[in-house]
């Protein structure tokens, strides 16, 4: 491996700015675009290194910072079956990225040694980038070192993250996921969509009726990209009004995690009561509904009602296909309680918690024959163990079934092609939920009205080491600083229906608290008094709490 060039290039081009605290996050390095040209370099070399690690498979770089605002930037890697980067390698990702520019090329080859990497071992990375103005210099800079060390590079431009997942279970699959182009992900998702307008038998409830009128608040990402493509394929079955299409400022007043934190609409909202309205994040891996009623109060159908769609329909599906299968949902602690409630009691699914960020959610989901996971802010999908691919594949030949049964089978089978197992990716779970509200028949406020939501809150408290927060259970106990769950038990217990749980955000210097209660006029006390706590058991600074 040419060492010299990559040392020459890493101190005359990228050298190291020395940043404290930097660490390779749930979302990968994440910070203001500037400061990131080193760390792009290095992750560069690191995605070589990790692709010869293991035997030259695909790795994925992707150039995003989601909804963090315009100046923003990050890189995240994509390991070959579309996983997040494993963890022992996020701390060598972070110990690559804070070396001196005169250690890097000692450190390289130390990894080397410590992986028992086979230098001769072949290379391959799959890079994209989302639409912000830095991420093309950036991506530059990140295929650089790659290019250096004779790895093959393939380059898709400005895509969505959940396309670059596509692409890279494509292509280390050799084709068997999915044709490993962007035309083949349109393909796919948009050929499913299509297919299942003819097999799934709309029911006319009589009472709400489907309307396939859908307006798309893009957040001014690279989704507006994709949303536009989707529009165009799919123009006979469904209109897609699209709006923050990318001509205004990115994730400004928008977004998927805009509407969700604010509980309000998007910049350029559409003023019509009552319609189906949807929001994607920056890089399109998040989805929220939404409509303003005819009071207008606005109503948010975020991931736990997504999720709540889908477990309900699939559970129907396999009941109705007569064949064994184990399903279950994976929430994190920011799933509402009614949710839960609703999963595991009315529609009798078991339930999984994990900590927050999608490869725990991911990872749990595994270990059901179908896993359903959603985080609350909208990230999430569906994952089908191979061997279940099979049996439903199998089944549709069956001639032995009954009819009812085919048409289940048939109808999960095409659920399986319309989304992007992968990672949670906003446009196929977007055409996942047309596809179940239009097979039964259902408006948005029927969906809204399966459950209702547990009034909630969530405020962010700064201290001055937010690492002194530590957690236990997926987050929902508090054990450092001690007394501190113990002064929340004590607070949530004068709170009907009350849940309270604090935790340090992995993506900024803050801690957030979360509350949850019956009634809606207590809930901002509850909030408040939690975060007080968190104030004075954690060493609290500045303001005593900041509203988000
Ligand atoms: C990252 C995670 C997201 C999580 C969020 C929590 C991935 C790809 N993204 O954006 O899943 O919800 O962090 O942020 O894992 P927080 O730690 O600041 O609350
Ligand atoms: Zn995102």
Known sequence: MDYSEIDHISR???????????????????M?????????????????????????????????????????????????????????????????????DTELIETIKSIIKDKNIDEN???????????????????????KPIEILKATVKDFGIITTPQLHYLVVCINSNGVYGVPTIDGYFDKLSNAFIKS????????????????????????????FAAKEFKKQLNNIITINIFNDGAGKLNYKCGADYVKIHQAPPLNNPSKLNIKCASIDGDADRLVYYYVDENNKFNLLDGDKIAILIVSYLKEL????????????????????????????????????????????????????????????????????DEIIKMIRNSTLNKEISNQQRESVLK?????????????????????????????????????????????RQLKVKVKDRNIIKTTDAERKCISPIGLQEKIDEIVSHYPKGRSFVRASGTEDIVRVYAECQDPMDVEKLAAQVSLAVYQFAGGVGEIPIAI
């Not at 050298?15 to 404290?20: A, C, M, R, Y």
């Not at 179940?436 to 209702?452: G, H, T």
């Open 197 to 224: 307008q003819t097999i799934e038998n709309k029911i006319n409830n009589k009472k709400y009726s489907y309307t396939n009128q859908l307006y798309v608040d893009a957040a001014n990402g690279v989704g507006a």
């Open 12 to 30: 005359t081009c990228f050298p190291n700015n020395n940043l404290k605290n930097i660490q390779y996050g749930t979302a990968g390095f994440r």
């Open 412 to 456: 999960l089978s095409n659920l399986i092609d319309i989304i992007n197992q992968t990672v949670g990716d906003a446009l196929s779970d977007m055409l996942l939920v047309e596809t179940i509200l239009y097979a039964r028949d259902w408006d948005i406020v029927m969906w809204k009205e399966c459950y209702l939501d547990f009034p909630n």
């Open 121 to 143: 071992s072949s290379a391959s990375v799959i890079i994209g980038r989302d639409s912000r103005e830095s991420s093309l210099a950036l991506s530059k800079a990140a295929i």
């Open 32 to 100: 203001r675009a500037e400061l990131l040209n080193h760390v792009v370099y290095r992750m560069g070399i690191l995605s070589v290194l990790r692709s010869k690690f293991l035997n030259g498979a695909g790795i994925g770089l992707m150039i995003t910072a989601s909804h963090n605002e315009e100046p923003d930037n990050g890189i995240k890697i994509v390991d070959p079956a579309g996983e997040m980067l494993e963890s022992d390698w996020e701390e060598i990702a972070t110990m690559l990225v804070k070396v001196q």
């Open 318 to 385: 396999i009941e109705a296909s007569g064949l064994s299968i184990n399903l279950g949902l994976v929430q994190t602690a920011y799933a509402n309680g009614a949710s839960t409630n609703y999963v595991t009691e009315i529609l009798n699914v078991p339930v999984a918690f994990t900590e927050t960020g999608v490869k725990h959610l991911h990872h749990r989901a595994q270990q059901f024959d179908i896993g359903v996971y959603f985080e609350a802010n909208g990230h999430g999908t569906v994952i089908f163990r």
